[in-house]
């Protein structure tokens, strides 16, 4: 896996994992549902944008090392169907 920012990315997952933690607190103590999917919401953003940052990384190593050795079409293929999970 190439990601210029693993040590970022990290950080970012670990502060997501704390905002999960707080949204099911949130759900014990009976907060208001607006509330809640707001803070869903916010978290959703925030890992859509770890995994455009771990496509960056990919895209800069993996899928530029296999067009370099012209073995680009299995990780094309690969990629798109990755894609087409994240639009759905």
């Not at 920012?5 to 950080?11: A, C």
């Not at 994992?17 to 978290?43: F, H, T």
Request: positive net charge.
């Amino acid at each position: 896996m190439y990601v210029r920012d693993k040590e970022g990315i990290t950080k970012r997952l670990k502060r997501l994992e704390g905002q999960i933690r707080g949204i099911a607190k949130m759900v014990e103590e009976d907060r208001y549902c607006i509330d809640i999917l707001n803070q869903i919401e916010a978290a959703k953003g925030a890992l859509d944008k770890v995994a455009l940052l771990i496509l960056e990384g990919h895209l800069k190593g993996c899928v530029k090392r296999a067009i370099k050795t012209g073995e680009e079409e299995p990780v094309i293929k690969e990629l798109l169907e990755v894609l087409d999970k994240f639009i759905r």
